[in-house]
């Protein structure tokens, strides 16, 4: 039992740049920053200081959209140098398509030509930058891409903008010998009213329409299944079972609230717990990634403890999750609710006629089935039990 819930590199517990970077800023700007804001290089110290594995970052979290060519090498140079000094690594990298007011009408989306075109070449560059340092996951949020009103934008003509800027980038990795997997952030809404695309099935549907479907996969987030009010577990395991889950993105959120973006495990410890245990459960190795943020009454010695809090939660769900597995009460009541019916047996698997006649012939007794107790109430309660620390 690693019951110290110390973050180790196996763990694979990455933060972006712009969550532990944070400025405490909010959403809707009604108040200023509470924290100064720290240059990548302090970002990377904190990170290692807390025991994070690595460092994700959109390209502008690192080099400012203005910068000149000499500034960004000199900051590539000193990011490098950091990396090294601290031994994380850069597993994913992505772009920011957002901030600038040129995407206030989306990026791949927007109905003007120009935004779209800029948006590729701003997307090509950020995916140099991120190949420059070693990321094999490129994330694509689509946070701009969408609409306020249906008037101003046909929905069919967003998906194939998409689309083809998809097939384009995917060629481009290729082009270039990247190795990039894609994946794909849903988000029902906020900062659009409606963003296209906006849960982790839509996105999942979607992929199957493009040219490399095999090279995109998606990223689903905690808090964004959540504002639409769905069991983020059942999203990913939909993911795994799709062979699409490239990557992660943990934080917490009240049900069908605004984006919130709170440490992973604060608030749903049910639905954090059954997601831990279906990652550790299926064995998915790829980066555990927190896109979260501090509160803003913190400092910096806050957003360390915001920062540990995140990974010793998934640690100590982890651990419960051990636990569930082990208990045998728990597993005896899980054995006899799967319980088997040899004699349906005949009933299952493929097709034949002579299976589907015999079927239609057989008689139910369907009050006898129904009468049936599951024992999901002690089952749940054994869970709350041992979750609470009582068992
Ligand atoms: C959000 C999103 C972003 C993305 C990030 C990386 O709600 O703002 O979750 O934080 O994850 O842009 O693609
Ligand atoms: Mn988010
Ligand atoms: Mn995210």
């Not at 959120?253 to 639905?271: L, V």
């Not at 419960?320 to 597993?331: C, H, V």
Request: glycine share 8%; proline share 4%; net charge negative.
């Amino acid at each position: 039992m690693s019951a110290d819930f110390q973050p180790k590199p196996e763990h694979k517990f990455t933060f972006g740049l712009w969550t532990v970077g944070s400025s405490g800023r909010d959403q809707f700007a009604t108040m200023d920053p509470t924290r100064a804001s720290m240059s990548p290089v302090e970002l990377v110290r904190l990170l290692a200081e807390v025991g994070a594995y690595g460092v994700n970052f959109h390209d502008n979290d690192l080099i400012p959209i203005d910068a000149t060519p000499a500034e960004a090498e000199k900051i590539k140079k000193e990011f490098k140098a950091v990396l090294k000094e601290t031994g994380l690594v850069v597993p994913m990298a992505t772009t920011n398509l957002f901030s600038s007011a040129i995407f206030k009408d989306g990026a791949f989306t927007a109905n003007d030509p120009k935004v779209r075109a800029y948006a590729l070449q701003k997307t090509m560059r950020a995916m140099d930058l991120g190949a420059e340092f070693g990321a094999k996951v490129y994330v694509f949020w689509g946070g701009r891409e969408g609409t306020e009103s249906d008037a101003t934008k046909n929905p069919m003509e967003g998906l194939k903008h998409f689309r083809e800027a998809l097939n384009f980038l995917c060629e481009y990795s290729n082009s270039q010998k990247y190795g990039f997997k894609f994946a794909l952030e849903a988000k029902p809404n906020e900062p659009r009213g409606d963003i296209f695309l906006p849960t982790t099935g839509a996105m999942l549907g979607f992929i199957q329409t493009l040219d490399h479907p095999e090279m995109v996969g998606v990223n689903p987030e905690f808090a964004h299944e959540h504002m639409a009010g769905l069991n983020f577990m059942h999203a990913v395991a939909q993911a795994w079972d799709a062979g699409k889950l490239f990557h992660i993105d943990l934080n917490d959120q009240n049900y069908a609230r605004f984006d919130q973006d709170w440490r992973f495990g604060q608030q749903s410890w049910k639905q954090a717990f059954f997601l831990v245990k279906f990652l550790e459960d299926v064995g998915y190795s790829g980066s555990r990634h927190f896109d979260a943020h501090a509160f803003r009454t913190e400092d910096y010695e806050g957003v360390k403890d915001f920062a540990r809090g995140c990974m010793r939660s998934y640690l100590i769900f982890k651990e419960k999750a051990r636990q569930f597995n082990a208990d045998k009460e728990i597993q005896g009541l899980l054995a006899e609710i799967n319980e088997g019916d040899p004699a349906m047996d005949k009933f299952f698997g493929k097709f034949t006629p002579e299976k589907a006649a015999g079927l239609k012939a057989y008689t139910f007794d369907r009050n006898a089935i129904a009468a049936r107790g599951m024992k999901y109430e002690k089952l749940d309660q054994l869970l709350t039990e041992l979750m609470m620390g009582v068992r």
